[in-house]
C-alpha cells in the first residue's frame, strides 16, 4: 500500500512542529518504504536557506529521534526549499514555480498537499492566496492540511472557515487533532463495538460515571505568547478533551466509514448539554499553576515564566462536568480534566459502572468496589478491568483484582508516532481522524460561554502548585455529585 505521488508544501518548514513531528514521521514512512519515491517536499518559510541547508535541517530533526539512518542520504535528497512571504504576490509566483517543475520532476501528476504549520494567523491568508495564484487549478487531488488552533472562538472559526473554504470544499480540509492519530485514542471504537461485554452496557443503566484525565507536567515552556492568548480551555478542551468524549459517547455508526464516523460524533457534540455563562462555576473549574516540586526540581509559576504577563488570568488547568442530553447519556456525567504541571504526564479514561444492587458481602466485611474500565492512553497503552472476587482461603470475603491488557511499553509519547498514522491518512485520503467543520463549530459553541465567563472575572490565581493534580475545586466538583477521581498513577 505506498502513498500515491505527491508534492507536499509545507508552510512552516523551519518550526518547531515540522522539526518533531512531521519530519521524523514521514522518514518513518519512507523507511518502511510506505512512501512513494515519488514524493517531493517543499519547504516553506520567510528565513533563506539553500536547498542544502534546509536538507541538512530535516537530516539533524530525523537524527534527534534515533531512527534507523540508512536511508536518511536518500531521503533528504526528496526536500527543497522556498524562501517565503506570505503577503507577497512575487512569492507565490516563484514559489509555483518550483511547485510545477518538481511536480513534472516527481512525476507528481498534480497531487499537491498543503500543509499548514505555521501561525494562526495566515491560514487563511495562504489558503485564499493557493487559489488566487493558481497552486488549487491542479489536475491531481488537492487537500489542505490545517494545524490548530481553528480559530478563537465560534465566530473567528467561521470567518476563517470561510476563508478557506472558498479554496478547498470540506472534503479536500483536514483539519488536525493529533489526538485521533494516537492508537489507543483509536482504539475506543474498537473497544467499544467490537466487544459483547461492553456494548450492551455503555449507557446510562449501568454506567456512573466517565472520567478523563489528561496531565502534563511541562509547563508553558517557550510557549508563552500563544498560551496567554488561548489557555487549557481552548488549548485542550475545545479540540482533543471534546473529541475523546465524542468517541467515548458516540452510538455505533452503521459502517466504518469516514462520513457516518463523523456524523455520530457530531450529534454528540451537539446533545452536549449547553452551559449558560451564570452556570459556568457550577460546572467548570479553572486553575493556574504557582511554584512547586516537580521531579524533585523546583519549577516556577506561570505567572513566572517568559512572555506571561505577571497577572496572568490565563488558565493552565480546567475541570469540567460535562452531560449528553440524549437517551443513552442523559443523568451520566462526562468528568474532563487537563492542566500543566501536573504531578504525572497522562492520559486516561476510567469508566465507572453502577454498583450492583445490593452488597452480599457485607456481613462478611467486605465492601465492594464499583467496576472500573480504565483505557491508558499515555504514557502506557492498555486497558485495566477492575474486578472483585473472593479472598482466597476459608473466608467468603471479597477483593479487588484488576485485569491487565498492555499494548506495549512506555515511550509512546512525543514520539511522531500519531503524526505518522495521520501523515498516511493524509497522504491517502482517509479524513476520518481529523476533524469535520461541524465538530469545530458545535465545540466551539459549546465552549465559548465558559471562555466568556472568565474573561469577565479576575480569577484567584495561582490556585494549585505544580507537581499536583490541579486546584481543591476541581475534586469538590465530583465530591457534590458523590463521586470521586480515581487515582490515575
Ligand atoms: C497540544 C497542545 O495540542 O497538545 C499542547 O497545544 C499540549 O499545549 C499537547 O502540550 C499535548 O500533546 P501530547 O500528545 O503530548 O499529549
Given at each position: 500500500t505506498n502513498t500515491p505521488a505527491t508534492l507536499v508544501l509545507l508552510f512552516g518548514a523551519t518550526g518547531?512542529?515540522?522539526?518533531?513531528?512531521?519530519?521524523?514521521?514521514?522518514?518513518?514512512?519512507?523507511?518502511?518504504?510506505?512512501?512513494?519515491?515519488?514524493?517531493?517536499?517543499?519547504?516553506?518559510?520567510?528565513?533563506?536557506?539553500?536547498?542544502?541547508?534546509?536538507?541538512?535541517?530535516?537530516?539533524?530533526?530525523?537524527?534527534?529521534?534515533?531512527?534507523?539512518?540508512?536511508?536518511?542520504?536518500?531521503?533528504?535528497?526528496?526536500?527543497?526549499?522556498?524562501?517565503?512571504?506570505?503577503?507577497?504576490?512575487?512569492?507565490?509566483?516563484?514559489?509555483?514555480?518550483?511547485?510545477?517543475?518538481?511536480?513534472?520532476?516527481?512525476?507528481?501528476?498534480?497531487?499537491?498537499?498543503?500543509?499548514?504549520?505555521?501561525?494562526?494567523?495566515?491560514?487563511?491568508?495562504?489558503?485564499?492566496?493557493?487559489?488566487?495564484?493558481?497552486?488549487?487549478?491542479?489536475?491531481g487531488?488537492?487537500?489542505?492540511?490545517?494545524?490548530?488552533?481553528?480559530?478563537?472562538?465560534?465566530?473567528?472559526?467561521?470567518?476563517?472557515?470561510?476563508?478557506?473554504?472558498?479554496?478547498?470544499?470540506?472534503?479536500?480540509?483536514?483539519?488536525?487533532?493529533?489526538?485521533?492519530?494516537?492508537?489507543?485514542?483509536?482504539?475506543?471504537?474498537?473497544?467499544?463495538?467490537?466487544?459483547?461485554?461492553?456494548?450492551?452496557?455503555?449507557?446510562?443503566?449501568?454506567?456512573?460515571?466517565?472520567?478523563i484525565t489528561s496531565g502534563e507536567t511541562l509547563g508553558v515552556e517557550e510557549r508563552g505568547r500563544y498560551y496567554e492568548k488561548n489557555g487549557a480551555l481552548r488549548d485542550m478542551v475545545q479540540n482533543h478533551m471534546l473529541q475523546i468524549v465524542s468517541l467515548l459517547a458516540m452510538e455505533p455508526p452503521i459502517r466504518l466509514t469516514t462520513d457516518e464516523i463523523r456524523s455520530e460524533k457530531v450529534k454528540v457534540l451537539r446533545a452536549l448539554h449547553p452551559i449558560e455563562k451564570k452556570d459556568v462555576h457550577k460546572y467548570f473549574v479553572r486553575g493556574q499553576y504557582g511554584r512547586g516540586i516537580i521531579g524533585g526540581k523546583e519549577v516556577p509559576a506561570y505567572r513566572e515564566e517568559p512572555m506571561v504577563d505577571p497577572n496572568s488570568n490565563t488558565e493552565t488547568f480546567v475541570a469540567g462536568k460535562l452531560m449528553i442530553d440524549n437517551f443513552r447519556w442523559a443523568g451520566v456525567p462526562f468528568y474532563i480534566r487537563t492542566g500543566k504541571r501536573?504531578?504525572?504526564?497522562?492520559?486516561?479514561?476510567?469508566?465507572?459502572?453502577?454498583?450492583?444492587?445490593?452488597?452480599?458481602?457485607?456481613?462478611?466485611?467486605?465492601?465492594?468496589?464499583?467496576?472500573?474500565?480504565?483505557?491508558?492512553?499515555?504514557?502506557?497503552?492498555?486497558?485495566?478491568?477492575?474486578?472483585?472476587?473472593?479472598?482466597?482461603?476459608?473466608?467468603?470475603?471479597?477483593?479487588?483484582?484488576?485485569?491487565?491488557?498492555?499494548?506495549?511499553?512506555?515511550?509512546?509519547?512525543?514520539?511522531?508516532?500519531?503524526?505518522?498514522?495521520?501523515?498516511?491518512?493524509?497522504l491517502r485520503g482517509d479524513a476520518t481522524n481529523f476533524t469535520h467543520w461541524d465538530e469545530v463549530a458545535y465545540s466551539w459553541n459549546f465552549v465559548d460561554p465558559i471562555s466568556e465567563a472568565w474573561a469577565e472575572e479576575k480569577a484567584d490565581f495561582p490556585n494549585y502548585a505544580a507537581g499536583t493534580f490541579g486546584p481543591k475545586a476541581a475534586d469538590e466538583l465530583l465530591q457534590r455529585d458523590g463521586f470521586f477521581w480515581w487515582p490515575i498513577t
Open positions: 518547531d512542529l515540522a522539526k518533531r513531528k512531521l519530519y521524523p514521521s514521514l522518514y518513518n514512512l519512507y523507511e518502511k518504504g510506505i512512501l512513494s519515491e515519488q514524493f517531493a517536499v517543499i519547504g516553506i518559510a520567510r528565513r533563506r536557506l539553500t536547498h542544502e541547508q534546509y536538507r541538512n535541517w530535516v537530516k539533524d530533526s530525523v537524527e534527534t529521534f534515533g531512527m534507523p539512518q540508512e536511508k536518511i542520504g536518500k531521503f533528504i535528497r526528496h526536500f527543497y526549499f522556498q524562501s517565503h512571504d506570505v503577503t507577497d504576490e512575487n512569492s507565490y509566483r516563484e514559489l509555483k514555480g518550483l511547485a510545477d517543475e518538481l511536480d513534472e520532476k516527481y512525476a507528481a501528476n498534480g497531487n499537491r498537499i498543503f500543509y499548514l504549520a505555521m501561525s494562526p494567523e495566515f491560514f487563511g491568508t495562504v489558503a485564499e492566496s493557493l487559489k488566487e495564484y493558481g497552486f488549487t487549478d491542479t489536475k487531488f488537492k487537500r489542505l492540511v490545517i494545524e490548530k488552533p481553528f480559530g478563537w472562538d465560534l465566530s473567528s472559526a467561521v470567518e476563517l472557515n470561510e476563508r478557506i473554504r472558498s479554496a478547498f470544499s470540506e472534503k479536500e480540509i483536514y483539519r488536525i487533532d493529533h489526538y485521533l492519530g494516537k492508537e489507543m485514542v483509536q482504539n475506543i471504537e474498537v473497544i467499544r463495538f467490537a466487544n459483547a461485554i461492553f456494548e450492551p452496557l455503555w449507557n446510562n443503566r449501568y454506567i456512573s460515571n466517565i472520567q501536573m504531578q504525572a504526564k497522562t492520559l486516561k479514561i476510567v469508566v465507572q459502572f453502577k454498583d450492583i444492587p445490593m452488597n452480599l458481602y457485607y456481613r462478611n466485611g467486605s465492601s465492594l468496589n464499583p467496576n472500573l474500565l480504565v483505557i491508558h492512553i499515555q504514557p502506557e497503552e492498555g486497558i485495566t478491568l477492575h474486578l472483585n472476587v473472593k479472598k482466597s482461603g476459608r473466608t467468603m470475603e471479597t477483593t479487588p483484582v484488576k485485569l491487565n491488557f498492555s499494548n506495549k511499553n512506555v515511550d509512546g509519547i512525543n514520539t511522531p508516532e500519531a503524526y505518522e498514522k495521520l501523515l498516511y491518512d493524509i
